[in-house]
């Protein structure tokens, strides 16, 4: 169960990043400074999504080859 929570979690920097693509573009022409911070924010997003992707991946090895023993 909390490897879905987990999964969930992951997949929401995804929509943050995506979400805040689209600000950068309504933001582009009119607010150069504001489109910078969210294109900053798309990506730490992304960056976090294949961060924890990798964390959890390692964590579940981690378990499987605990239970193993």
């Excluded at 909390?2 to 600000?23: C, G, P, R, T």
């Excluded at 992304?46 to 605990?66: L, T």
Aim: glycine share 0%; aromatic share 28%; proline share 0%.
């Amino acid at each position: 169960m909390s490897n879905k929570i987990y999964q969930l979690f992951e997949y929401f920097y995804l929509v943050m990043a995506a979400f805040s693509a689209y600000l950068v573009y309504e933001n582009w022409t009119d607010n150069r400074n504001r489109a910078y911070l969210f294109l900053f924010f798309m990506v730490v997003a992304v960056f976090m999504f294949f961060f924890k992707r990798n964390f959890r991946r390692k964590f579940q090895e981690h378990q499987k080859d605990q239970n193993r023993k």
